[in-house]
């Protein structure tokens, strides 16, 4: 079974959607004893840093996401990628899950912000499960990205500067863009994810 983490900044319904398309049982919930019974654990998230941040601190879900990161596949979602970072600047500075090292800050490019749209994977070498996604388009809908080791790194995209478009770490999978917004190329992604672990 596949657990969705539903802090209330989700869109929880179309990640949902698309795993069960997949023909995965999937369970939507902030317990965190439901979550250990999980196979595989899904971090969504749409709007601000600091108020996730907020939300997953008063869920007490800070210690249970770390913890189920270090031991079960582990997959964060646009602001849900971010959140795996160490610190965020969104609304103020805010302490990440601390999951993968870096920050996250305002997309420094003289491109329009919000980045709303369709862009293409440039995946780094080294990465052959996603290398079939090379030159692949993806949706994008965010203002802030990561920053962190290019060790890190499986994916960016071009937006008048490179922006992390995948990161790794480990079992832990984060992906900047909405796979489940993002057609066919979007749900071989999730499949990756999912074969990948």
């Not at 902030?30 to 969504?44: F, G, M, V």
Request: contains cysteine; charged residues 20%; hydrophobic residues 40%.
């Amino acid at each position: 079974m596949i657990a969705i983490v539903d802090y209330g900044m989700g869109n929880v319904a179309s990640v949902s959607t698309a795993f069960k398309r997949l023909g995965h049982d999937v369970l939507l919930t902030d317990n965190a004893d439901e979550l250990e019974q999980a196979s595989h654990i899904i971090l969504p998230g749409v709007g601000s840093f600091q108020a996730a941040v907020e939300e997953i601190d008063k869920r007490s879900l800070r210690n249970p996401l770390q913890h189920l990161a270090k031991e079960k596949p582990f997959l964060g979602i646009c602001l849900g990628m971010q959140l795996l970072f160490t610190e965020g600047y969104e609304g103020g500075v805010s302490s990440g899950l601390d999951i993968i090292p870096g920050t996250v800050e305002k997309i420094e490019t003289d491109y329009l912000l919000p980045h709303i749209g369709w862009n293409a994977l440039n995946i780094k070498t080294g990465n052959k499960a996603f290398k079939p996604f090379q030159d692949q388009h993806v949706y994008f809908v965010h203002s802030f990205e990561a920053r962190t080791d290019s060790s890190n790194l499986v994916a960016s995209a071009e937006y008048g500067t490179e922006i992390p478009a995948i990161v790794k770490r480990d079992n832990v999978l984060g992906i900047q863009f909405h796979p489940e917004k993002s057609g066919e190329v979007g749900v071989e992604i999730l499949k990756a994810f999912l074969q990948s672990n």
